[in-house]
């Protein structure tokens, strides 16, 4: 899933970095509420960690001006302790949650696990599909109740494509999940993905179909 952090403490940025591309979401950083302004005009993403407090434009700026765009994105909202009034003004602005600060790292997790499963229209964190079963929590695969080890790109392909069973995803589509502006993507590598995982879970029934020019899809479940 591609998420966007907007801190501007270098400190925090840099923990809550590592802690959402643990699993394997591509995270972008900005520091600035301009430029988070003018990004998100301009590029999809499934989850925003939103600090209050920016230079260049406030956050709560940012945040009504991405609602009045027409933009559902989920969006959890860092606020100080004591501002009680930021708070309330988030989630009347849009907000979908939000974390005071300080707050423990496995808390925000569960959050952004919580917000990213409601935008994808699930309840559960397990993802069933025939044989085949994956839980974005603990990231593991299974096939009939058997682990299956996959490499941390390819499960995140696999959730892309049962997270939007039945579209059809371009190999650019399904780049935009797995990394972020710092990283160095080839679409050639999302084939060389998609490849082995129909190795390895063909076996077990589960399809990745090619519609020649447009990308890759599953069918429902």
């Known amino acids: 899933m591609r998420i966007l952090l907007v801190e501007d403490d270098a400190d925090l940025a840099d923990g809550l970095l590592r802690a959402l591309r643990a699993p394997g979401h591509a995270v ?14 301009h590029e999809p993403f499934d989850l925003v960690v939103l600090d209050l407090g920016l230079p260049g434009r406030d956050g709560l700026d940012v945040l009504k001006g991405l609602r009045a765009r027409g933009n559902a994105v989920p969006v959890l909202v860092l606020t100080a302790r004591d501002a009680l009034d930021q708070r309330i003004a988030g989630l009347d602005l849009g907000a979908d949650d939000y974390l005071a600060k300080p707050f423990a790292l496995p808390e925000l997790e569960a959050r952004v696990r919580a917000l990213l499963r409601r935008g994808s229209g699930r309840a559960s964190s397990r993802i069933v599909h025939g044989r085949v079963a994956l839980d974005t929590r603990a990231r593991r695969v299974t096939v009939d109740g058997a682990p299956v080890e996959l490499p941390r790109r390819e499960l995140c392909v696999l959730e892309v494509l049962l997270t939007r069973a039945g579209e059809v995803l371009s190999k650019e ?6 990394y972020s502006f710092d990283d160095e993507a080839g679409l050639t590598s999302i084939e060389l993905y998609v490849h ?11 399809d990745i179909r090619t519609v020649r020019g447009l990308g890759y899809y599953v069918e429902r479940p």
């Open 196 to 206: 082995r995982l129909r190795k390895r879970l063909a076996p077990a029934g589960l």
């Open 28 to 41: 972008d950083h900005l520091r600035d509420g301009e430029e988070a302004d003018l990004l998100l005009r």
């Open 173 to 178: 589509q399904i780049a935009n999940q797995l």
